[in-house]
């Protein structure tokens, strides 16, 4: 844990719920809060990681809560006007070991992420396609593990992996092509490495 330029390990004990009434001193839940009448907290406090303005559904929302956190400012500005309750900001933390990499030669671009309607694949292709009829020499790694094809022999699917600082830090592009994002850890960490983004223009991508 990095708290404050201090590291130290602490312990945390994790379980499964069964139903039982629980008591602690904060209460932090991300999206559904269904079990928040079984809990007896000093504080209640909803984390926000939804870009609302995005979605079908509202955000929840319960008398208990005594606070309201976004993971960005563009996420809580979209909670307070969607339900009028203010909402603080808290940044998920990043702390990477920026490995000893030079760039690739030529044009190396990386993707790492689920390939579904939110993050807007169709984007990809379309890249793909202007770059192939642009003669352009590049390579583009998509590390997912969906089964997906791309109709040429630039792109290359891999199987995704846990720690792709090296990859990302190695690469010319991180591709970002989502149509929402409430914070976005990949474009954060891509830029501590140094690698620049292409992405989608979204509000939380110029906060970033």
């Given at each position: 844990l990095n708290y404050k330029g201090k590291m130290k390990q602490?312990?945390?004990?994790?379980?499964?719920y069964k139903g039982e009434k629980l008591v602690c001193d904060k209460f932090l839940v991300n999206y559904n809060p269904d079990i928040?009448?079984?809990v007896e907290a000093k504080e209640y406090i909803?984390?926000?990681h939804c870009d609302y303005s995005g979605v079908a559904f509202k955000p929840f929302t319960h008398p208990k809560f005594t606070k309201y956190i976004g993971v960005s400012?563009?996420?809580?500005?979209?909670?307070t006007n969607i339900t009028g309750i203010p909402a603080e900001t808290c940044y998920n933390p990043i702390d990477i070991e920026i490995p000893k990499v030079k760039k690739k030669d030529?044009?190396?671009i990386i993707y790492a992420g689920r390939l579904t309607s939110e993050k807007n694949g169709?984007?990809?292709?379309?890249?793909?396609?202007?770059?192939?009829?642009?003669?352009?020499?590049?390579?583009?790694?998509?590390?997912?593990?969906?089964?997906?094809?791309?109709?040429?022999?630039?792109?290359?699917i891999r199987e995704p992996k846990?720690?792709?600082?090296?990859e990302m830090a190695e690469a010319t592009f991180t591709l970002i092509t989502s149509k929402h994002e409430a914070y976005c850890f990949s474009a954060v960490e891509s830029l501590v490495l140094g690698t620049p983004l292409i992405c989608t223009d979204l509000p939380v991508f110029k906060e970033i």
């Open positions: 602490i312990e945390i004990k994790v379980r499964k928040i009448d079984n909803m984390m926000i400012k563009y996420v809580s500005d979209v909670f030529g044009l190396h169709v984007l990809i292709d379309r890249l793909r396609e202007k770059l192939d009829k642009a003669g352009v020499n590049y390579d583009l790694t998509i590390y997912t593990n969906q089964r997906v094809f791309f109709d040429s022999p630039n792109v290359i846990l720690d792709l600082t090296k």
